[in-house]
């Protein structure tokens, strides 16, 4: 009964490669984020989706790529993946838009770019 | 002035300590603020909300002061379970995301 789940947990591959990573939530939340955590831990908003509606885009190279099939699905896709891409990838979920609203973040997507 | 600034610590502190933490923001329009509890190599979790008039959960006691632009996290009775990285998160300027701070480490020792 995961509320937030992503896959892979791990992702280890070699610059220039494209993948993807998946978040599903199972918590009938509306809206949908993902954070990018560097090695110095700091944890910053990347897109955040409601309603599969794009609503935060921050300053993000555009070889990333978020896409929200439904409401509950939020993938990332990131192309031409480089060193410095190398962080945890955290997705989370809210109750609507209201930042007052507790956010659940999944387990975490360990990406190292070799 | 960084958004959302924290001491990184380690604060390192016996069982039974008491122990604060402080997170000055620099938006003073900001309305909702947080503290989050982050495990190692794990995902955040929300500790508490702070509210404007201070609030408490059993051993934990939040607060903000808006003249001086902090919130504060106060943990009574530290147990070795309360060893984690508290990251305090305040609302963004369009009150659309959350801004995080480094977070502060505490590490309690028996």
């Known amino acids: 009964d995961t509320a937030v789940s992503q896959t892979p947990k791990y992702l280890v591959t070699q610059m220039g490669n494209d993948k993807s990573i998946k978040c599903e939530q199972n918590?009938?939340?509306?809206?949908m984020y993902w954070y990018k955590q560097d090695s110095k831990k700091f944890l910053k908003i990347m897109f955040s989706?409601?309603?599969?509606?794009?609503?935060i885009n921050e300053t993000v190279p555009n070889r990333f790529s978020p896409k929200s099939p439904d409401k509950a699905h939020l993938n990332l896709h990131i192309n031409s993946l480089e060193l410095g891409d190398s962080a945890v990838y955290f997705c989370?979920?809210?109750?609507?838009?209201?930042?007052?609203?507790?956010?659940?973040f999944g387990p975490g997507t360990r990406l190292t770019v070799l | 002035r960084k958004e959302v600034e924290q001491d990184p610590g380690p604060f390192n502190v016996p069982e039974g300590a008491t122990v604060a933490f402080n997170c000055t923001y620099s938006?003073?329009?900001?309305?909702?603020f947080f503290w989050y509890r982050q495990d190692c190599r794990k995902e955040p979790k929300l500790l508490m909300s702070?509210?404007?008039s201070g609030n408490e959960d059993g051993r934990f006691t939040a607060q903000l002061n808006r003249a001086s632009q902090y919130i504060s996290l106060l943990i009574r009775d530290s147990k070795l379970s309360d060893s984690a990285t508290y990251l305090c998160?305040?609302?963004?300027?369009?009150?659309?995301?959350?801004?995080f701070g480094k977070g502060t480490t505490l590490s309690v020792s028996s």
């Open positions: 918590l009938g939340h509306d809206t």
């Open positions: 998160a305040v609302n963004n300027q369009a009150g659309t995301a959350l801004i």
């Open positions: 989706y409601n309603n599969k509606e794009l609503i």
């Open positions: 938006n003073s329009a900001s309305q909702s």
């Open positions: 702070v509210y404007s």
């Open positions: 989370a979920s809210s109750l609507g838009l209201a930042i007052v609203n507790e956010q659940f």
